[in-house]
């Protein structure tokens, strides 16, 4: 058993993902069965399952061969193979499914996962890049969250998203209509964080996202922005990875954190993020965009577990071993950065907590206290401004009129920026809020 953390420590469990994908390339059926059988048990019938995926990897899938959750899934990855095929609307990931979450390993996963994952693991990438995202009560920002990565040349969004209060709701569903998004009802039990179970989901559950070659693996207030030498492109960014690493050893890239601070605002005030907050402090922790394929879990969320012999680098394409991701004294902004919008208002960071206070998982990291406002904030000053490039604020601003063009969008994400104040008082009435912010002030502390 590994005695390192579990943020660190590579994930072990029943089945060998990195074992039955070298038997599946080799079409090794003894192999592969030997990779898929938990130990001490053996189904008559998982040798007919190795034997169709072995002979017919993907297509066509043979009606009841798989447990009914996974058959769905395999079926729509065979369609994918013979033909092109819009990404779905809405999906569903049930509680069931918190497993996918690989918080201890593979022990949840089933022979019918790992064969299924197996199979996607074949189909070849036509489209560039899509996000993966997670929100919840964030409808004022979710047209800037997706204009500003559209405006980066990411095609689509696979956005997890559950119990909104504020009206998320019908905007998500405009943009799942219109094409511009897949929309997850991310069923919370509050046994797994729903960020790990979110990225588990979309890397080993949905065929659709195989369509693209990289994912960018973040949360609703987490912006990519390359460094100016890319033209805030992550085509560009990708093309000069690919020609740096041209064995394709590079599997994904991590960038650090940049947090951004609020002057301890009160109010919310109008505008987007970008324009109101523009002064930060650095940050050491990391979101990543990441092939795939190339993945065998997103448990540790901030960065992803590879497959044996690739790497992961920085914004420099400088590698980066698994081990010191978490233990690096400084951040790194060479080639680009996150934009993390955290403290916000003090009336958003209500928002933020009270969506938090209701996850029953162990340590609730999402329930801060609200004095982690002021001692995660910060002061502006002229040593530690950001300002927005106004390059990249046009393209935002121009994603954004189009975006309220399609329809039903406008009139949907309208209704969310009025029902503001509602949304509050049902946290918490305006005279409490406001002692909880006096009584709480207190000098920003490290990070």
């Known amino acids: 058993m590994d005695a390192r953390p579990w943020y660190i420590s590579r994930v072990t469990a029943m089945f060998d993902l990195v074992e039955a994908r070298i038997a599946f390339a080799a079409q090794d059926r003894a192999r592969l069965l030997r990779c898929v059988q938990a130990p001490g048990t053996y189904a008559p019938e998982l040798a007919a399952k190795v034997d169709a995926i072995v002979n017919f990897p993907i297509a066509p899938i043979r ?23 819009n990404p779905p609307q809405f999906l569903k990931a049930p509680a069931s499914l918190d497993f996918i979450a690989d918080l201890g390993g593979f022990e949840g996963w089933s022979a019918e996962l790992l064969l ?11 489209r560039r890049a899509a996000v993966v995202g997670t929100m919840r009560d964030d409808g004022i920002y979710i047209l800037e969250w997706i204009a500003h990565h559209r405006a980066l040349g990411f095609e689509h969004f696979f956005i997890y998203t559950n119990d909104n209060a504020d009206l ?36 080993n559950l949905v065929p659709a996202l195989r369509d693209y070659e990289w994912a960018l ?57 970008c324009e109101r907050f523009q002064h930060a402090r650095s940050h050491k922790l990391t979101k990543c965009i990441a092939r ?42 060479g080639g680009g ?48 401004a950001f300002p927005t490039d106004p390059q990249m ?42 002692t909880l912010y006096i009584a709480n002030r207190a000098e920003p502390g490290p990070l």
């Open 292 to 333: 795939p394929r190339d993945v065998l879990s997103m448990r540790r969320q901030h960065f992803p577990e590879v497959a044996p012999g690739l790497r992961i680098v920085d914004s420099l394409f400088q590698p980066l071993r698994e081990e010191e991701i978490f233990e690096r004294t400084s951040a790194e902004y």
């Open 63 to 85: 009606p009841c061969l798989f447990t009914a959750c996974y058959e769905e899934c395999l079926t729509s990855a065979a369609q994918m193979r013979r033909a092109p095929e």
């Open 116 to 126: 299924t994952r197996l199979a996607l693991d074949t189909l070849k990438p036509r």
């Open 393 to 434: 604020l046009a393209g935002i601003q121009e994603e954004i009129a189009w975006l309220r063009s399609l329809p039903g969008v406008s009139e949907a994400a309208d209704d969310i920026d009025r029902s503001f104040p509602q949304l509050l008082e049902k946290i918490c009435e305006e005279n409490t809020l406001r």
């Open 168 to 203: 998320s709701d019908r905007l998500l569903g405009c943009l799942a209509r219109s094409g511009i998004a897949t929309v997850v009802d991310n069923e919370i039990s509050g046994q797994v964080p729903p960020e790990a179970k979110a990225f588990g989901h979309a890397l």
């Open 337 to 384: 950065r996150i934009n993390h919008y955290w403290p916000k208002s003090f009336q958003e960071f209500s928002v933020k907590k009270a969506r938090g206070a209701i996850l029953g998982t162990e340590g609730n990291l999402y329930d801060r206290p609200f004095s982690t406002f002021f001692t995660w904030n910060g002061y502006g000053t002229t040593q530690n």
């Open 217 to 273: 693996f973040i949360d609703s207030d987490e912006f990519l922005v390359p460094a100016p030498r890319f033209e805030y492109s992550v085509d560009a960014v990708l093309s000069v990875l690919e020609g740096a690493f041209p064995s394709r050893d590079a599997a994904a890239v991590c960038y650090d954190w940049l947090w951004f601070v609020s002057d301890f605002v009160y109010e919310r005030r109008p505008g987007l993020l």
